[in-house]
């Protein structure tokens, strides 16, 4: 689902199906994946395997983190979902350019998300990215027995997170009130 290609993480065969020996294993390495930009490499290490783990990792030790310093679970799932909107609206909806020269400076202008839109409409990363906040909103809205004030903040803390990703804001470059328009 969320690998491209039918490369997967920890194969064995290659796709002709063939087994993988440790020197067939080292070239299939060393190939260039298919996903890969060469124009814009900034958008193309979103889209690695690896890269989904790591992020799914981080935010579950974030999410133990809370349970264990927060008062109630209910704070800690509201916690969890506002630390997650806050970090990836500002990495993927605020941030601009690359760290390096690329697309001719065509970059400098575009968010981390505008970057990933150029190449594809909806990729299984981008599934991923927007499927992820509305699965935190679901497992917070449970855990927090719908409470008023959770269930509220939630809410909030989902849209602010998917809105941007709908495909015609993205297109349109839509800014809020011209902010971070520059």
Wanted: hydrophobic share 45%.
């Amino acid at each position: 689902f969320f690998f491209s290609e039918g490369r997967h993480l920890f194969a064995t065969h290659n796709m002709e199906g063939e087994k993988l020996t440790p020197r067939k294993h080292a070239r299939r390495a060393s190939e260039v994946p298919l996903n890969f930009d060469a124009a814009n490499p900034n958008s193309t290490w979103i889209d690695s395997p690896a890269f989904v783990v790591v992020y799914i990792i981080l935010l579950l030790c974030i999410h133990i983190l809370f349970l264990v310093l927060a008062p109630t679970t209910e704070l800690a799932w509201t916690l969890t979902n506002i630390t997650h909107t806050l970090v990836t609206f500002y990495y993927f909806h605020w941030l601009k350019g690359a760290p390096f020269d690329t697309m001719n400076g065509e970059a400098e202008s575009e968010t981390q998300w505008e970057q990933l839109c150029k190449r594809n409409d909806l990729t299984p990363t981008k599934r991923f990215f927007i499927s992820l906040p509305l699965i935190l909103l679901l497992l917070a809205i449970a855990y927090t027995k719908h409470d008023n004030l959770h269930f509220a903040t939630n809410v909030v803390a989902a849209l602010v997170i998917v809105i941007p990703k709908i495909p015609i804001v993205v297109g349109r470059k839509i800014r809020l009130f011209n902010i971070n328009k520059y």
